[in-house]
T-cell receptor, first 112, second 111 residues
Framework: ETGVTQSPTHLIKTRGQQVTLRCSSQ?????VSWYQQALGQGPQFIFQ???????GRGNFPPRFSGLQFPNYSSELNVNALELDDSALYLC???????????FGPGTRLTVT | GEDVEQSLFLSVREGDSSVINCTYT??????LYWYKQEPGAGLQLLTY?????DMKQDQRLTVLLNKKDKHLSLRIADTQTGDSAIYFC???????????FGTGTRLKVLA
């Protein structure tokens, strides 16, 4: 069984640019959540996708958007990058009706 | 507010027990979790407890839940150097699947 994978591992962008991060969920999991973890902090919930629809959103501005595909993989898009967007971005998948979320290794984004 | 609180640091000697504490926010939270994060890595699910339980034991890990005080603890028996990491508690508010994480407790195990 393949776990949650994320790409890329690291990314450096300039303020004002746009970025797309990718996540492949664990086999059989149809729900994907995205979290932002700033240095020294706990992860903060960005949003969740279930069956290709957004299923809940945290306190993040609209320039954070996402997609989920029919194979349940997901993308996180961030427009107009700001310095404070520098963080580890984690995705987590869970199965139908399950409350257990399994996390990927994360993508570390640095905005300069 | 959505502030799950944890103490920042804990240092123990190898072979001793570690107890990591967490105060969560919503007494109606359905599930409460403990995750481990090693440097530069994602989060590893260690264990979780359903809100109608007081205690759960899983090998070296014991979770205690006090719903009245909204207090959750994780006890690690016979702590090893490989247990050195940051430990996060998290809650799932009712009606949602999102997790609210604490600030994390950095556990350092001294040989």
């Amino acid at each position: 069984e393949t776990g949650v994978t994320q790409s890329p591992t690291h990314l450096i962008k300039t303020r004002g640019q746009q970025v797309t991060l990718r996540c492949s969920s664990q086999s059989g999991h149809n729900t994907v959540s995205w979290y932002q973890q700033a240095l020294g902090q706990g992860p903060q919930f960005i949003f969740q996708y279930y069956r290709e629809e957004e299923n809940g959103r945290g306190n993040f501005p609209p320039r954070f958007s996402g997609l989920q595909f029919p194979n349940y993989s997901s993308e996180l898009n961030v427009n107009a990058l700001e310095l404070d967007d520098s963080a580890l971005y984690l995705c987590a998948s869970q199965g139908q009706g399950s409350y257990e979320q399994y996390f990927g290794p994360g993508t570390r984004l640095t905005v300069t | 507010g959505e502030d799950v609180e944890q103490s920042l640091f804990l240092s123990v000697r190898e072979g001793d027990s570690s107890v990591i504490n967490c105060t969560y926010t919503d007494s109606s939270s359905t599930y409460l979790y403990w995750y481990k994060q090693e440097p530069g890595a994602g989060l590893q699910l260690l264990t979780y407890i359903f809100s109608n339980m007081d205690m759960k034991q899983d090998q070296r890990l014991t979770v205690l839940l006090n719903k009245k005080d909204k207090h959750l603890s994780l006890r690690i028996a016979d702590t090893q150097t490989g247990d050195s990491a940051i430990y996060f508690c998290a809650e799932t508010p009712p009606g949602t699947y999102k997790y609210i994480f604490g600030t994390g407790t950095r556990l350092k195990v001294l040989a």
